[in-house]
């Protein structure tokens, strides 16, 4: 499901499960976590997270236990360990990055796409919502009328798009991503924890406010998320009823 490799300084962490579009599940999301913090145990001094194939991940794998709950506060967690790992996490998105696959490349530093590629948030397309970091970060690195667009409408970013707007910090492979890293990580390593600090700092870890948590989990505990897993697995478009 994940694997791993290290190029001198450099750990590259590969999902590997490219004929579910390396779609997330409680093992993956076990095994991103494990593969991170072997790699900061190793010594590395900066970490690349790609898939494999020609999707980077396409969310959480639907066809599994990804409507618990409990599959939502391990992502979570994982999220926050990206986040808080002493060294520069690139994000090489060699494919598409859809809901869970996003906020995998949100929670990295930097982020570099393949030409072509595109994310996206569809959660309301099936009727769960994405949590207040989620939002907050979007905004943060994206904008908000471009947050509104992708979450409210569901939009597309495309590629070049995002750099243009600062989401992808650059356009290439996963081999340029690579060599980007190795350079990163001869830069002096206590300066790059105090800048990580600082960009993490955004404000998108803040506490959600208690309506705010009360709104996202009428979602996930709502008849409509029911009904957008029996669309989808009719495959036919969701009839919403707002409760």
Same mark, same amino acid.
């Given at each position: 499901?994940?694997?791993?490799? %290290?190029?001198?300084?450099?750990?590259?962490?590969?999902?590997?499960?490219?004929?579910?579009?390396?779609?997330?599940?409680? %093992? $993956?999301?076990?095994?991103?976590?494990?593969?991170?913090?072997?790699?900061?145990?190793?010594?590395?001094? @900066?970490?690349?997270?790609?898939? %494999? =194939?020609? $999707?980077?991940? *396409?969310?959480?794998?639907?066809?599994?236990?990804?409507?618990?709950?409990?599959?939502?506060?391990?992502?979570?967690?994982?999220?926050?360990?990206? !986040?808080?790992?002493?060294?520069?996490?690139?994000?090489?998105?060699? =494919?598409?990055?859809?809901?869970? =696959?996003?906020?995998?490349?949100?929670? *990295?530093?930097?982020?570099?796409?393949?030409?072509?590629?595109?994310?996206?948030?569809?959660? @309301?397309?099936?009727?769960?919502?994405?949590? !207040?970091?989620?939002?907050?970060?979007?905004?943060?690195?994206?904008?908000?009328?471009?947050?509104?667009?992708?979450?409210?409408?569901?939009?597309?970013?495309?590629?070049?798009?995002?750099?243009?707007?600062?989401?992808?910090?650059?356009?290439?492979?996963? *081999?340029?991503?690579?060599?980007? *890293?190795?350079?990163?990580?001869?830069?002096?390593?206590?300066?790059?924890?105090?800048?990580?600090?600082?960009?993490?700092?955004?404000?998108?870890?803040?506490?959600?406010?208690?309506?705010? !948590?009360?709104?996202?989990?009428?979602?996930?505990?709502?008849?409509?998320?029911?009904?957008? %897993?029996?669309?989808?697995? !009719?495959?036919?478009?969701?009839?919403?009823?707002?409760?």
């Amino acid at each position: 499901m994940i694997g791993t490799s %290290r190029d001198g300084a450099v750990t590259t962490i590969e999902l590997q499960r490219d004929d579910k579009r390396n779609a997330l599940d409680g %093992r $993956v999301v076990d095994g991103l976590a494990a593969a991170f913090a072997a790699a900061v145990e190793d010594g590395t001094r @900066a970490v690349v997270l790609t898939g %494999r =194939g020609p $999707v980077f991940c *396409a969310g959480a794998d639907l066809s599994g236990p990804v409507y618990d709950q409990s599959f939502l506060h391990e992502l979570q967690r994982v999220l926050a360990l990206i !986040e808080v790992v002493p060294v520069p996490v690139i994000a090489a998105l060699n =494919g598409s990055a859809l809901g869970a =696959g996003l906020q995998l490349a949100m929670a *990295a530093d930097l982020r570099v796409m393949a030409p072509g590629a595109f994310v996206g948030i569809p959660a @309301a397309k099936i009727g769960v919502a994405v949590d !207040e970091w989620t939002v907050r970060r979007l905004i943060s690195l994206v904008g908000a009328g471009t947050a509104r667009g992708m979450t409210i409408g569901c939009d597309l970013l495309s590629a070049e798009r995002a750099f243009e707007i600062g989401f992808a910090n650059r356009l290439g492979t996963v *081999a340029d991503a690579q060599a980007w *890293a190795a350079t990163i990580a001869e830069l002096a390593p206590l300066t790059l924890q105090h800048y990580k600090l600082v960009f993490n700092g955004d404000g998108a870890r803040g506490p959600a406010p208690a309506d705010h !948590e009360a709104a996202m989990l009428r979602a996930w505990t709502s008849a409509d998320l029911d009904e957008g %897993r029996m669309a989808r697995s !009719e495959k036919r478009v969701a009839r919403f009823q707002g409760r």
